[in-house]
């Protein structure tokens, strides 16, 4: 059985919420949080994804941009102890890297993974140089 274990973040910023058509209100939220150079933006999961799943595409963008940028995305454990997990990069980091993600050019992302299911349910983006 497993135990039910908080967030890191009892308040995020912003939410993805599952099977929604509001992508675009996502983006445009995340680049104004991000375009004021905020210290730390967190993105609540509504729909936690595994581990080595990849991320849902329209946080994947995201990430893709802090990669290719020279930021870092690292993963942070939760609840339980770590059962390996760093294959889903590859998943992760694909795509063209387009002008309107360039908000995220000066930050590193976290990935907070519930250690008991493997699911990501916060993504935490960290301006560089604050941490």
């Known amino acids: 059985m497993f135990k039910s ?7 995020a910023d912003i939410a993805i919420v599952a099977a929604s058509p509001e992508t675009p209100k996502f983006e ?12 730390s933006v ?4 509504s729909a936690p994804f595994a581990v080595d799943g990849g991320a849902p ?11 290719s940028t020279g930021g870092a995305v690292t993963m942070h454990q939760y609840c339980e102890q770590s059962r390996g997990f760093m294959s889903f990069f590859g998943k ?10 360039a908000a ?3 930050y590193d992302a ?22």
């Open 104 to 106: 995220a050019d000066n």
């Open 42 to 45: 967190v993105v609540d999961m």
């Open 92 to 101: 992760m980091f694909t795509g063209p890297r387009a002008g309107r993600y």
């Open 5 to 11: 274990c908080p967030r890191p973040f009892g308040r």
């Open 28 to 39: 445009g939220l995340l680049h104004n949080r991000l375009g004021r150079r905020q210290p």
């Open 57 to 67: 595409p329209e946080l994947a963008a995201w990430l893709t941009q802090v990669k």
């Open 110 to 131: 976290v990935l907070h993974v519930d250690g008991v299911d493997q699911r990501v349910t916060q993504v935490e983006f960290r301006l560089r140089g604050t941490h």
